[in-house]
């Protein structure tokens, strides 16, 4: 398993219109074969942030999704509305094992 935690910083007029494009990416992603989970959480105290908690089951499925039209289309939206550029943390489980994640 591959865990990956994309962080991101949206300018604050642009919050509505990213969160759109991103559940309309994230609903798409989890239709992947290769893709375990895919999650968006909005920071409370700081609605701007953003992280995307992506699951993969192998790394090759991490390539894989950035290769997919949805992910494309989520990428060329969303660039302008970016306050700062995205930044990832890779992340292995440790709980559940690979049979205890399933998607949504």
């Known amino acids: 398993m591959l865990i990956v935690h994309v962080s991101v910083q949206v300018k604050e007029d642009r919050v509505a219109p990213f969160i759109e494009a991103t559940k309309k990416n994230a609903t798409a992603s989890r239709g992947e074969p290769g893709i375990a989970r895919f999650d968006v959480v909005q920071q409370l105290d700081e609605p701007t942030r953003f992280v995307?908690?992506?699951v993969y089951r192998t790394a090759e499925d991490a390539a894989k999704h950035k290769e997919t039209a949805h992910y494309?289309?989520?990428?060329?939206?969303?660039?302008?509305?970016?306050?700062?550029?995205r930044s990832s943390k890779k992340f292995a489980a440790v709980t559940p094992d690979a049979t205890g994640w399933d998607s949504p």
């Open 52 to 54: 995307l908690v992506e």
């Open 72 to 85: 494309a289309a989520w990428r060329d939206a969303v660039a302008d509305m970016m306050a700062a550029p």
